[in-house]
């Protein structure tokens, strides 16, 4: 990447260098705390380019009033060249307005940075373990996994372009009951497969026709040796064959969504190997984990059956939990969250922080497995943040009717189905046009619908514009004459340069739908410029016997392209060349 520093960076050293300059004036004490200091515009763009807070973050430091201190603040910023205006607003926040010098020379920093504009230094190499998806192995990836998947993988992308080494991992719940279940619906089709009539499918196996390809497979391999056999002797060569089955499968569908973890961890593999005990001894050495009864459960009488067991206990709540969990139960199996802690430990061992992508229905599981990665990392004098972001469900409309979803009923829409009907690219961004958290509808006629009101179209309209004005200009991109620029051109360019500052950001907060909504209001400025062209023919891109004003705007609007194709890039999506 070339050696470049951006214009929000650079404004911030220089709010830096003059803070150095006020410590040397003794205006500062000496290494005064200036983590919450921050450069970036003001929520009025009529106030300014850029607004400073350090005058309010640091005066109690410097033993003085804000509005003092951003006084002295401005007096060093008035030698700035960079700055035509530097003004106090409220109690103490700095305003500042920039030359057009400053934003010109962002736009350079934009061509010749090209496809690494906007990548930040902030990740340093660190490891980051990004697990998401994490789907039970037992049939295809339906739209209840879509999301989860986009999500974890944008964030990846966007992790990766923040200088953070990501490694993508897949948890395969290979050893529960449900496993089992599978084992079972796999041998029912390799009956049928073997000519049997099997009639209808069994209330609490898997009915989905998927597992068809499965019993043929089964039956090639096999012929009639298992057919009439106890269950002992073939549940479990039949769990591995169905479980690396429907893993292909798996695999297959995240492809079509553009997506390939790196490690597919086993659950089986990982108790295979006694990770779950030795998680447990680690925790019982260091005072973790002892031997308890749990209470009756709360706000019911107990049932009648109900009786108190000494379990092993995790200390949960030294961690902010409501009462210690269980990591065995009562048969000497791992709990969910027994076998979830060992494998959270596996995965610390190998990485720099943590990070989990759940449906928002494990929302109830979230504080104790923190705890428990808090006592496994921070415990081993080792601190390895975790974080888990949870996503809420996607609702699917169909001609205003809800699309109704169930892996027991095999009556589901898949990925497959999904990236068949609109394509990967529609599905991948829409799903990032609101907060994880928060629910969505994913409508299939407007999320193809030409309109405004559709965010991917919108974008990738504004996108398919720029290149489509650029082959038929008859003129060359150019910044021979940028002093041609007007307010319009500038005011893209303005919005155009917050994209590094929103890569930082969003990388800091793990949050990739930020991209995704600043992606819209640079594609909604842009269309307000086009717009202002349809209204105004001298404010047109192309300008007929102007050769020196259509090459400057022209440069304009390909930095525009190239910062869209970036922030697309980071979210896996592709950018279209013409519509």
Same mark, same amino acid.
């Given at each position: ?14 709010? @830096? ?30 106030? =300014? ?10 005066? $109690? ?11 002295? #603040?401005?007096?060093?910023? !008035?030698?700035?060249?960079?700055? &035509?205006e530097a003004s106090i607003a409220g109690p103490g926040f700095i305003n500042m307005r920039l030359a057009d010098t400053a934003w010109l020379r962002e736009l350079e920093a934009i061509a010749a940075l090209g496809a690494d504009y906007g990548r930040s230094a902030m990740g340093g190499g660190r490891t980051v373990n990004v697990e998401y998806v994490s789907a039970n192995p037992t049939g295809p990836m339906h739209m209840g996994h879509c999301r989860g998947a986009v999500v974890g993988d944008a964030l990846a992308g966007l992790l990766e372009f923040s200088a953070h080494g990501v490694t993508r991992e897949y ?6 009951? /449900? ?17 049997? *009539? ?59 969504? =553009? #997506?390939?973890? @790196? ?10 190997? !006694? $990770? ?45 939990? *409501?009462? *210690? ?6 048969? !000497?199996?791992?709990?969910?969250? =027994? ?12 990485? @720099?922080?943590? #990070? ?8 109830? &599981? ?16 080792? @601190? ?7 996503? /809420? ?36 961004? &829409? ?14 006629? $407007? ?46 360019? +303005? ?12 990388? +800091? ?25 349809? *209204?105004?023919?001298? $404010?047109?891109? #192309? /300008? ?5 004003? &259509? ?13 869209? +194709? ?14």
């Amino acid at each position: 990447m070339a050696d470049m520093q951006t214009l929000h960076a650079s404004f911030a050293a220089k709010i @830096d260098a003059v803070l150095n300059a006020l410590e040397m004036e003794g205006h500062l004490p000496a290494g005064a705390n200036r983590a919450n200091v921050t450069v970036e515009p003001p929520r009025d763009p009529s106030h =300014g380019d850029l607004s400073t807070n350090a005058a309010m973050v640091l005066a $109690k430091q410097a033993k003085t009033n804000p509005r003092a201190l951003a006084e002295l #603040i401005i007096e060093h910023l !008035g030698r700035e060249p960079d700055i &035509t205006e530097a003004s106090i607003a409220g109690p103490g926040f700095i305003n500042m307005r920039l030359a057009d010098t400053a934003w010109l020379r962002e736009l350079e920093a934009i061509a010749a940075l090209g496809a690494d504009y906007g990548r930040s230094a902030m990740g340093g190499g660190r490891t980051v373990n990004v697990e998401y998806v994490s789907a039970n192995p037992t049939g295809p990836m339906h739209m209840g996994h879509c999301r989860g998947a986009v999500v974890g993988d944008a964030l990846a992308g966007l992790l990766e372009f923040s200088a953070h080494g990501v490694t993508r991992e897949y948890y395969v719940n290979d050893a529960g009951g /449900q496993v089992d279940t599978l084992a079972r619906s796999a041998h029912l089709r390799y009956r049928e497969a073997l000519g049997e *009539d099997i009639g209808a499918i069994p209330e609490g196996l898997y009915p989905g026709d998927y597992l068809k390809p499965v019993g043929k497979a089964l039956a090639a391999e096999f012929g009639d040796k298992y057919a009439s056999a106890p269950e002992a002797e073939w549940l479990q060569i039949f769990k591995k064959k169905a479980v690396a089955a429907m893993m292909d499968m798996i695999r297959a569908d995240l492809a079509l969504l =553009g #997506i390939n973890h @790196d490690i597919f961890a086993s659950e089986a593999e990982l108790q295979e190997a !006694g $990770k779950p005990e030795e998680a447990e001894k680690w925790l019982r050495e260091h005072g973790y984990v002892y031997d308890g009864v749990l209470e009756a459960p709360k706000g019911k009488a107990p049932p009648e059956d109900w009786e108190p067991v000494e379990l092993p206990l995790f200390r949960s709540t030294q961690f902010g939990d *409501d009462q *210690d969990r269980p990591i065995k139960k009562s048969d !000497g199996s791992w709990t969910y969250f =027994g076998a979830d802690l060992a494998y959270h430990f596996q995965k610390a061992e190998k990485a @720099d922080a943590l #990070i989990d992508i759940w449906g928002a229905d494990h929302a109830g &599981t979230v504080k104790r497995i923190k705890a428990a990665v808090a006592a496994l990392t921070q415990g081993a004098d080792r @601190d390895v943040p975790f974080d888990v972001k949870l996503v /809420q469900m996607v609702n699917l409309m169909r001609d205003g009717e809800p699309v109704k979803m169930s892996k027991r009923s095999g009556n589901f829409i898949t990925i497959a189905d999904m990236v068949e009907e609109v394509g990967k690219d529609v599905v991948r961004f &829409t799903m990032l046009t609101r907060k994880p958290e928060a629910q969505m509808e994913f409508d299939f006629a $407007k999320v193809v619908e030409a309109s405004k009101d559709n965010p991917v179209f919108y974008l990738q309209y504004a996108h398919a514009r720029i290149r489509s004005t650029l082959r038929k200009a008859g003129v060359e991109p150019s910044d021979a004459h940028l002093d041609r620029l007007g307010e319009g051109e500038f005011a893209l360019v +303005r919005e155009a340069a917050q994209f590094p500052r929103i890569v930082e950001a969003a990388a +800091r907060a793990r949050e990739p739908h930020r991209i995704a909504f600043f992606l819209g209001d640079l594609a909604a400025a842009f269309h307000s410029y086009w717009n202002a062209g349809n *209204d105004d023919p001298a $404010k047109r891109i #192309i /300008q007929e016997g102007d050769a020196e004003l &259509t090459g400057a705007r022209l440069f304009v609007a390909s930095q525009v392209g190239q910062v869209i +194709r970036n922030g697309l890039g980071i979210l896996g999506v592709e950018a279209v060349e013409e519509m």
